[in-house]
């Protein structure tokens, strides 16, 4: 009876084993944690506000990274993204030339999913963006002002928007405002709407 016993016991084992590491894997999978990368285009208005200048949108982009953590219809999700940006600005006396800057920006945003499922999402989000200009190419506002030889570096601002999850592919469509100024001499506040496409690794 014992030798029968141990022989069902070594049987057991292994079963209990692969239960075990089944149930282990589930629970892994259910942790509401994930990390993605993501890049789109975004369209800019410098929305400054100085003598004859006007302003139109240009097209820029951003690539990087994202994390979420999932609580039930809500997330937090923050991102740390390499940014380009563009805007047109125009003067009767200067002519028209694009202005361009790069940035890092690091938004930290709250989400709703309006519609949650296995397989869809559709969510609205909104939060705080904090970006950090690494260099710019301001040409025709330096001939306006000595000040615009330099932006402010760091940067405050807000984002709203939409968003879907198919699976593991994200689809964003957002606007970005700034709640400081790019110079402390010009009333200068961009304004960007962006659409980015993201993949959830994990």
Request: net charge positive.
């Amino acid at each position: 009876m014992r030798t029968q016993f141990n022989k069902r016991s070594l049987f057991l084992i292994p079963a209990i084993a692969l239960l075990l590491i089944t149930n282990t894997a589930k629970s892994q999978n259910a942790i509401p944690f994930h990390i993605g990368l993501k890049g789109g285009a975004n369209f800019t208005d410098l929305s400054l506000n100085y003598a004859d200048l006007t302003n139109k949108y240009a097209a820029g982009y951003s690539a990087g990274a994202f994390t979420r953590i999932d609580i039930s219809k809500l997330y937090v999700q923050g991102e740390l993204l390499y940014t380009h940006k563009s805007s047109k600005v125009e003067s009767a006396k200067l002519g028209t030339e694009k202005t361009s800057w790069n940035s890092i920006e690091v938004p930290v945003t709250i989400g709703y999913k309006i519609l949650k499922s296995a397989h869809l999402n559709v969510r609205v989000f909104g939060g705080g963006v904090y970006s950090y200009i690494l260099n710019d190419k301001a040409r025709i506002l330096q001939e306006v002002k000595e000040s615009f030889k330099k932006f402010d570096k760091s940067n405050i601002g807000y984002v709203a928007g939409v968003g879907v999850d198919l699976g593991k592919i994200t689809l964003d469509l957002s606007a970005q405002g700034a709640l400081t100024r790019m110079s402390s001499d010009f009333k200068s506040r961009p304004l960007t709407f962006q659409a980015t496409v993201g993949f959830m690794i994990f």
